[in-house]
């Protein structure tokens, strides 16, 4: 990660940085100038969640990832309406932009209703509405009605939409053992004929998939086979890889969601980080649901994938404190498939973090090293102070510009009694 000292970021008036470099060089303006004293850093991208799903944090939180979703996330979501989507996903974006998380990559149903609670908060998603077979979720409808709505989504609005293109869409088929193999290779050929992200669940625990494997060895050779990969494509978690998989994912040039937190949670297994960077798999990180997280702390994300990749391999420097920020960040943008975000750069979106430096945390902030270390390792979301999305302040000094957070959290907590009745 590179450091560059006394600088200005310029925004052009479409919410795009117009300019990053010194200030001796920077081009004169008339625009209105934003002082501030500390670090400016792109947003970090959140590469797979589940936010809605804020609603239910702390159900069933030391069970197993099959167990915890048949008995408590499945019956609980069948509870859940539209304006509880919102709630939820209002919740958890209040708490991402206040840690710095400028862009998520959600997974979820009822998804305009996620896309309500984007744009009135106004963070940016790459959401991709879920597809699945699973109990209590045939309210939905059937998986062809909901791949065929998210096609009828896309061909509608575009693949993005909205102020400063903060709504992007893309298709979520959930995973290999909650869907029919014919859904995952419908959907796929309709995502890379709209150069839309597919985004979905690979070998995530041991036994999730034992049907799939039995057939045709592992998800990703089940998906080489049938023709899926080849467009842009997301692997949530991807624990449970042999070498052959790591190789099927390089080849086809799949990206990954590493998701520490949730993955230890839930005792899912420790990811082959070491051996996917090796491989040149694009990789970011993500939180997963804040249900089994449980929280959407990018900065702990940094740190546990950091920890378990050097405890994994018996290296301390198997990921570096640059390497962790660099995942969070234009790792998770790539991993998105996109160039625009992740990044303080000419051409890409203005959606720009300020992280104060009085803070004990900093001991020499004046080295450039040191400053990267300490941000990673010890300041993380407390020192964020400030957020811009497009150009525009939606967190100043700590609070939220656009949403009463008194109301978000009332919101929040009406749902979670409403599950619980």
């Given at each position: 990660?590179?450091?560059?000292?006394?600088?200005?970021?310029?925004?052009?008036?479409?919410?795009?940085?117009?300019?990053?470099?010194?200030?001796?060089?920077?081009?004169?303006?008339?625009?209105?100038?934003?002082?501030?004293?500390?670090?400016?850093?792109?947003?970090?991208?959140?590469?797979?969640?589940?936010?809605?799903?804020?609603?239910?944090?702390?159900?069933?939180?030391?069970?197993?990832?099959?167990?915890?979703?048949?008995?408590?996330?499945?019956?609980?979501?069948?509870?859940?309406?539209?304006?509880?989507?919102?709630?939820?996903?209002?919740?958890?974006?209040?708490?991402?932009?206040?840690?710095?998380?400028?862009?998520?990559?959600?997974?979820?149903?009822?998804?305009?209703?996620?896309?309500?609670?984007?744009?009135?908060?106004?963070?940016?998603?790459?959401?991709?509405?879920?597809?699945?077979?699973?109990?209590?979720?045939?309210?939905?409808?059937?998986?062809?009605?909901?791949r065929d709505a998210v096609s009828a989504w896309i061909d509608a609005d575009g693949l993005r939409s909205g102020p400063g293109e903060r709504l992007e869409l893309g298709y979520g088929p959930h995973a290999a053992y909650t869907l029919p193999t014919e859904a995952i290779v419908t959907t796929a050929a309709l995502a890379r004929e709209r150069g839309a992200?597919?985004?979905?669940?690979?070998?995530?625990?041991?036994?999730?998939?034992?049907?799939?494997?039995?057939?045709?060895?592992?998800?990703?050779?089940?998906?080489?086979?049938?023709?899926?990969?080849?467009?842009?494509?997301?692997?949530?978690?991807?624990?449970?890889?042999?070498?052959?998989?790591?190789?099927?994912?390089?080849?086809?040039?799949?990206?990954?969601?590493?998701?520490?937190?949730?993955?230890?949670?839930?005792?899912?297994?420790?990811?082959?980080?070491?051996?996917?960077?090796?491989?040149?798999?694009?990789?970011?990180?993500?939180?997963?649901?804040?249900?089994?997280?449980?929280?959407?702390?990018?900065?702990?994300?940094?740190?546990?994938?950091?920890?378990?990749?050097?405890?994994?391999?018996?290296?301390?420097?198997?990921?570096?404190?640059?390497?962790?920020?660099?995942?969070?960040?234009?790792?998770?943008?790539?991993?998105?498939?996109?160039?625009?975000?992740?990044?303080?750069?000419?051409?890409?979106?203005?959606?720009?973090?300020?992280?104060?430096?009085?803070?004990?945390?900093?001991?020499?902030?004046?080295?450039?090293?040191?400053?990267?270390?300490?941000?990673?390792?010890?300041?993380?979301?407390?020192?964020?102070?400030?957020?811009?999305?497009?150009?525009?302040?939606?967190?100043?000094?700590?609070?939220?510009?656009?949403?009463?957070?008194?109301?978000?959290?009332?919101?929040?907590?009406?749902?979670?009694?409403?599950?619980?009745?």
């Open positions: 990660m590179s450091v560059l000292r006394d600088a200005v970021v310029d925004v052009d008036d479409d919410g795009r940085i117009a300019h990053v470099g010194p200030a001796d060089t920077a081009p004169t303006t008339d625009a209105p100038v934003t002082r501030v004293h500390g670090l400016l850093m792109p947003g970090l991208v959140n590469t797979h969640a589940h936010t809605p799903l804020t609603v239910l944090r702390g159900l069933g939180g030391d069970l197993p990832l099959m167990r915890w979703l048949t008995e408590v996330v499945w019956p609980a979501e069948a509870k859940l309406d539209g304006a509880d989507v919102r709630a939820g996903m209002l919740a958890g974006t209040a708490e991402m932009l206040r840690g710095g998380v400028t862009t998520s990559a959600e997974m979820y149903f009822q998804a305009e209703h996620v896309a309500e609670a984007v744009l009135e908060i106004g963070s940016r998603v790459l959401l991709t509405p879920g597809i699945i077979t699973a109990p209590g979720m045939e309210r939905l409808g059937t998986w062809e009605q909901m992200l597919m985004h979905l669940h690979v070998a995530e625990a041991p036994g999730e998939d034992d049907a799939v494997r039995a057939e045709f060895g592992s998800v990703p050779a089940m998906l080489e086979r049938t023709g899926s990969l080849g467009g842009r494509v997301l692997a949530a978690h991807a624990i449970q890889l042999s070498d052959d998989d790591i190789a099927i994912l390089a080849r086809h040039d799949v990206a990954v969601a590493h998701c520490p937190g949730s993955n230890a949670k839930l005792a899912a297994g420790v990811a082959r980080v070491a051996e996917l960077r090796t491989a040149g798999v694009r990789m970011g990180l993500g939180t997963d649901s804040p249900a089994s997280n449980d929280d959407l702390d990018m900065w702990e994300e940094q740190r546990l994938a950091s920890l378990f990749a050097r405890q994994r391999g018996a290296d301390a420097t198997a990921l570096t404190a640059g390497d962790a920020l660099a995942l969070a960040t234009r790792g998770g943008a790539a991993a998105l498939g996109r160039d625009d975000l992740g990044t303080l750069t000419a051409g890409a979106w203005a959606d720009v973090v300020h992280v104060s430096l009085d803070d004990l945390a900093f001991v020499d902030p004046d080295d450039d090293a040191q400053l990267v270390s300490n941000l990673v390792w010890a300041s993380g979301a407390r020192g964020v102070r400030d957020v811009w999305v497009a150009g525009e302040p939606v967190l100043a000094d700590g609070d939220l510009t656009r949403v009463d957070p008194a109301e978000v959290l009332a919101g929040a907590r009406r749902v979670g009694a409403k599950v619980k009745s």
